[in-house]
């Protein structure tokens, strides 16, 4: 078992590296997870196109930081991955793969951490591992690896360039079979490529053309949110009704496993206060599909100019680093996806956080952690 897992998310719009430190649970199966260091930096690699070196050099910051946080004794013990997600699948064949060559270089020339000296020390993670990981990583924090299936919880992660949902299901040619702390799980997991929030940015807003959108509001002119709803409803529709998704393993009485969403669904939630506080200390915190809904047709009811003087003004908008323009925008899909997309109810309590807490230390709630279980 290694005591030390070092897992770089080379993600579309920057990359982390997450070092983690796990000890064997007394007398039980599985392991527990002793603390986690992070560390982040962007553009992502595949900002950098043609040059392949210039995107390996730029982990160095991140390689470092890890290099400082494993103690030089258990370097060559400790296994390191670099995953790459979205942004460099969507890139040229030649252009992903010279990056990815660099990479693995660069580590091999300049690191002592563990590596198999195989292809998958640095690849192109795809969208069904990235929700196997995500999937395993919830479940850990909230406690339920090593409990039936059908007391786990759903995870939907929405990246920028594509959208993950896994969840546990019967055993069918669609699962992935995991052994985890003594229990079998069949799970199911799908990503849907070019559904993430900043593709859909992309294809609906017209962000880079600069065309008119519904979706978007101008200086003295607010977003049209009927029309907005409608374009963003068939866009869901022709990515979602082709794929076939088995039944959960929710209990007798209910509809569906509770859900736990990551990534720009909590950033949005996040930016405009729209989560929940948890009935119970430690718990992660809350957010209703409906409340998607009603901020929406706040925001888009409001002009450019309007949004700007919300933004300026103290508050969590005010910590909103994307386009102000786009808030509306953002809403509506992130609803829409849930309602349409996913099938989860209007009002259904939706699980979220950017971190949970372990050992009084916060520990991210992304896919790094459940590709270090598997690792550890």
């Known amino acids: 078992m290694a005591d030390f897992v070092v897992v770089i998310d080379a993600g579309s719009s920057g990359s982390r590296v997450h070092v983690f430190r796990f000890k064997k649970k007394q007398g039980q199966h599985g392991h527990e997870l002793d603390i986690e260091h992070f560390k982040q930096l962007k553009p992502g690699l595949s900002s950098y196109g043609g040059d392949a070196e210039s995107a390996a050099r730029s982990l160095k910051p991140l390689l470092d930081y890890a290099a400082r946080h494993v103690p030089a004794s258990h370097h060559r013990e400790t296994p390191i991955i670099v995953r ?195 009935l119970r200390d430690g718990d992660p915190q809350m957010i209703l599909v409906h409340d998607y809904f009603t901020k929406a047709n706040q925001i888009c009811g409001m002009t450019l100019s309007e949004l700007n003087t919300m933004h300026s003004t103290a508050g969590p908008f005010s910590e909103r680093s994307d386009d102000v323009a786009l808030t509306c925008f953002d809403l509506i899909y992130i609803y829409e996806l849930l309602r349409i997309g996913y099938g989860r109810e209007q009002y259904e309590v939706m699980h979220t956080g950017q971190v949970i807490h372990v050992n009084q230390h916060p520990v991210e709630t992304q896919w790094p952690l459940g590709a270090a279980l598997m690792l550890a």
């Open 84 to 278: 790459a997600t979205a942004g460099l699948r969507m890139l040229p064949g030649e252009q992903s793969h010279s990056i990815l060559n660099a990479v693995s270089r660069y580590l091999h020339t300049n690191y002592a951490f563990k590596l198999s000296g195989a292809d998958h020390d640095v690849t192109i993670m795809d969208g069904e591992d990235e929700g196997t990981y995500a999937w395993i990583t919830i479940n850990f924090l909230l406690n339920k690896i090593g409990k039936p299936a059908s007391h786990t919880a759903t995870t939907v992660d929405l990246g920028g360039g594509s959208t993950q949902v896994a969840y546990a299901s019967s055993q069918t040619g669609g699962t992935t079979k995991l052994k985890l702390a003594g229990e079998t799980y069949y799970i199911f997991t799908h990503s849907y490529l070019g559904f993430g929030l900043n593709a859909a940015r992309s294809k609906i807003t017209h962000r880079e053309t600069g065309e008119p959108s519904a979706c978007v509001p101008v200086k003295d002119r607010a977003a049209d949110f009927t029309s907005c709803r409608a374009v963003v409803q068939k866009f869901i529709k022709a990515g979602f009704s082709a794929v076939k998704v088995p039944s959960d393993l929710a209990p007798a009485g209910t509809r569906k496993l509770p859900i736990f969403v990551l990534s720009f669904i909590f950033d949005v939630a996040s930016q405009l206060g729209m989560q929940r506080m948890p």
